[in-house]
Each structure stands twice: as structure tokens, then as C-alpha cells.
């Protein structure tokens, strides 16, 4: 309970809601629930830190000053403030718009600094496998080095694929000779390589001292682990194919499933049968 002036009010909690979502976007399952059981007569009124808690896009806004205004939601209690369904709205509507304005300020300038620092010759995200995102240092000077357990691997993978082994092949060497694994992350832990990943990690031209971010390619700081040759060489021999022969027919799921001696993929062809 609260005290205001020389009455003391007592607030029944029907229930607490908590959501990780973020408030920048619309459709947030919680924030729906709670506001249709307010909307059912459940309760009343909702006590929240800040408004910025509560919402920092222009649609769950309105919706809120909207339930406000009908008296649906008859009391909203923040840290600072009361906000009852008789008061002026407009200062309601100025600090849900500082709210807005306040994320979106703050996304505009995290896409600055990133792309200031790929314009400085270093990786603004994740660094991709072999190489490690450097921690340790200040803001706004943190590079990428090399990772020491994974960096030698990945080189003998690019040496595999260079003496002619298909992706395929390497995966299978890679994962079970080696051992090679993903950095650990805490939602997913360490894992295998995936298919999709070793042709990214083949195309990616990180390996040989770029790096593309937003459309853009930019020359990276960081120390290459293979020569713009054996890159180019790499694309010819993972793009070599036979002679392209006229589709007739077009059949679902073919290149799916591959044969798990040779790695190739199992493709498909029409049958007629005729009916003496």
C-alpha cells in the first residue's frame, strides 16, 4: 500500500507479468495478454517502474492512452508518477513519444558506431570461425584475433578444399578426425559445423583480409589466414560442374538428400509405366 495526502490505499496485485521481448516492437505476447485481462475487468490499473517499461512503440502507445481515456485502465503507477483516466493526456502522449524517440535515437547511433568501425578495418559482429572477437579491451577498441584452438583447423579445411576434398568430405574430417566445434556460446553451447556453414566459411572473404558488412566490402585489420588466390582458386573448384543438361521435369526435394559414402547428392528421374 501507498499513502496519498490522508488516505491510504490499498492495491490488490492480480498477478505479475514479466517479458524479456523488447518494448521497441508491437505484437508482444505478454504485454497482449495483460492488457486484454484488464480489458476483461480482472483489474484496473497497472503499476510499472517507468512508461518506458511499458511500451516504446507509437501502436501499444496509443492503445494504452486509448484504454486510459475510456477508463478501461483506471489508474497507471510508476515510480514517479500517477496517471488516472480524468487527467490531461498530453503529458501522457510527450512521454511515451520520449520513450519512442529515445530507441530509436539509440539505434540510429549503434548502426553509426558499427559501421564507423568496419570504416577503421575491423568486423562489427560476430567474428566467424578460426577468429575471436577481442573482449578485453576498451569501447570502441575492441579487434579480432586469432582464435588458437580453432585458427590451424579451419587453415587445414581451406588446404582440403584446395587439394580437390568436397565440403562434404571436409565436414566429415573435420568433425569426427579433429573435433572441430563452434565457439561456445551460453543458448547453444558448442556444436558441430553444419552443412550451411562450411560452404559460408568457403565463400566468406573474412579468410583472406575482407570483409562484408551492409553491402559494403571493407579491408580488414585482422591477420589472414589464407591469400586472395587460394580463395579465387577455392570458388572455381566448389563451382566446377559437368555439362549443364535441359530440365524436362521438376521434382520436389531433389539436392536434399545426399549419399553418405561419396557425399553426392541423390537426384531423381520420371517413370511411364504402359499398360499392355
Known sequence: FYIL???????????????????????????????????????????????????RNPIDSGRLNWLLQKGVIKHIRTFEKDYFSEDNVLPLDVEFSMANQYIRDLSLNVKRGMRSKAEKGWYPIRAPIGYLNNRFKEKGEKDIAIDPERFNLVRKMWDLALSGHNPSQILKIATNDWGLRTKKTKRTGDKPLSSSGIYKTFSNPFYYGWFEYKGNLYKGNHPPMITPEEFERVQVILKRKGKSRPKRHQFAHTGLIKCGNCGGSITAEGKTKFQK
Open 5 to 55: 495526502y490522508d488516505f491510504v490505499y490499498v492495491l490488490k496485485i492480480t498477478e505479475t507479468f514479466t517479458e524479456s521481448k523488447s518494448a521497441k516492437e508491437p505484437g508482444r505476447p505478454i504485454f497482449n495478454q495483460m492488457l486484454k485481462r484488464i480489458e476483461k475487468g480482472e483489474a484496473g490499473g497497472i503499476i510499472s517502474w517507468k512508461l518506458d517499461r511499458l511500451t
